[in-house]
């Protein structure tokens, strides 16, 4: 506990500095309900202003909720703007209908609206050349409570984090606050503010941690239990930090499409962990879907690997994941659960230039050619980079998707088979066979980036020159 008025503004302010709260040029919007914690964010914001150069503006959300009471902590906060020269920003909204159309709970859906009408003065103030920042006033006590709900609900890392200092554009100052902290600055600074009445109510979950479950660990564990419990939340939001950095590198090696990634069998030899964060960032991506789905998910994700070729699995929010040849592909399902890659059914053919570089079906294909030195050491073996004998291709190199009639050399003998037999026997999935792009001549499929080499282009001990060819995604 800090018991000075000033010390406690210097915490704020290194705190704030620590976590890059306050750029230069900012325009900071403090959300302000009329409570304590709010009031005196609000109070310690106007003592830095000098110090950090930032406008502030004050915004205060009317839930609908409370009728008159809240009709009361709007003139409120409102006042307090007009004594002290404040921008004010009043949002009313219809909580309780927004939860029903939102088909979620009443502190759920009042987030969402408070987060929403932050974001939409952002948005603005961006519009207008400012760096701006929304404030919230979450102390130490919010950080311990949330923490232990998301625990007690089955959490990972960045569930353990609970609230983050700063996370986009939204800043919290005050974490590093216990609430006896600000109750002590309020009285010393005589700082006015009101009581929400749902505060005292049973009836949601936070409240029940935050006025039973907290003070019967401060009683019989340890009085310090709020502190501790927040400064483990900071280090777990550390480390979720570090270890999604990590699998960001690790997803480098992942081949991605617009409807999705696959994860090839290198993915496989990384850390158990890196392989969960870059799944789960993965869900997080591709957007709808991702409240719904968890380590659980992850999980069966991840286990595919361990199954034969075409095995799949439906996932919440309209993804699958299937076991390929490849390794796994986890994308999204459209039209009947199709997928929708980059290399639509019918699209043009695109010559290979050879030596250069070529763009096509949302890849880049590099090639070069090389004399032969006789060590071949450097010989790739992996399916998206390949060695071919120039001097067996008898026509020019072609981009396409599959056609009928197309055909692969699968022996030396030049034993041929079709390209839908070849497919199946490698277990491409029904639905991606006419979008993956192939290198042909003619109707002989030479190469299915990712897959097989004819081989009646493979380099041999006669082989004078090499041309190399390597597919990878346009934007790496």
Request: proline share 5%.
């Amino acid at each position: 506990m800090i018991r000075t008025v000033k010390g406690i503004q210097e915490e704020v302010a290194r705190f704030a500095r620590r976590y890059g709260m306050f750029p230069e040029g900012c325009a900071l919007l403090a959300g302000v309900s009329g409570g304590s914690d709010s009031m005196v964010m609000l109070d310690i914001l106007l003592a830095l202003k000098n110090t950090f150069s930032f406008e502030l503006q004050v915004l205060h959300v009317h839930h609908g909720i409370r009728g008159e009471e809240a009709d009361r902590d709007a003139a409120f906060v409102e006042d307090f703007c007009r004594e002290n020269g404040l921008t004010f920003h009043l949002v009313r909204k219809d909580v309780p209908a927004l939860a029903r159309e939102w088909k979620m709970g009443l502190e759920e859906a009042g987030r969402a609206v408070r987060r929403n009408a932050c974001q939409e003065w952002v948005k603005q103030q961006r519009s207008l050349g400012y760096h701006p920042r929304a404030a919230l006033a979450h102390n130490r006590n919010d950080q311990a409570e949330t923490m232990l709900f998301q625990l007690a609900r089955g959490s990972g890392l960045s569930g353990m984090a609970a609230i983050r200092p700063s996370s986009g554009c939204m800043v919290r100052p005050v974490l590093c606050l216990d609430k006896e902290d600000i109750l002590f600055y309020a009285g010393e600074r005589h700082i006015p503010f009101i009581q929400d009445s749902t505060n005292l109510s049973d009836d949601y979950t936070r409240n029940r941690i935050r006025r039973h479950i907290i003070p019967l660990l401060e009683k019989d564990v340890n009085r310090q239990a709020v502190p501790h419990i927040a400064k483990t939340a900071i280090m777990a939001g550390e480390a979720d930090d570090y270890l999604r950095r990590q699998a960001r590198e690790v997803l480098l090696g992942c081949r991605k499409e617009k409807s999705g990634v696959l994860f090839p069998h290198d993915f496989f030899l990384t850390e158990h962990i890196l392989q969960s964060y870059a799944v789960l960032m993965t869900f997080e991506e591709m957007g709808e879907g991702r409240k719904d789905l968890g380590h659980i998910h992850v999980g069966q994700v991840l286990a595919l690997y361990g199954s034969q070729a075409g095995r799949g699995i439906a996932l919440p929010g309209g993804l699958r994941a299937e076991r390929q040849r490849e390794g796994v592909w986890l994308y999204r399902k459209e039209d009947g659960g199709e997928s929708a890659q980059p290399q639509p059914e019918g699209a043009p053919a695109v010559r290979l230039r050879v030596p250069g570089r070529t763009e096509a079906f949302g890849r880049t294909f590099l090639c070069r050619t090389f004399e032969r030195t006789g060590d071949e050491s450097d010989m790739p073996y992996g399916g998206y980079k390949k060695w071919l004998d120039p001097g067996k291709i008898r026509e020019p190199l072609i981009l396409r998707p599959r056609q009928a009639g197309d055909y692969f050399v699968f022996s030396r003998e030049g034993g041929k088979k079709s390209l839908s037999r070849v497919m199946k026997d490698d277990h491409y999935p029904p639905h991606l066979r006419d979008k993956v792009p192939l290198l042909c001549q003619g109707s002989e499929v030479l190469w299915i980036p990712g897959g097989r080499l004819g081989e009646n282009v493979k380099i041999t001990k006669e082989t004078k020159t090499i041309l190399e060819i390597c597919c990878r995604e346009e934007n790496l």
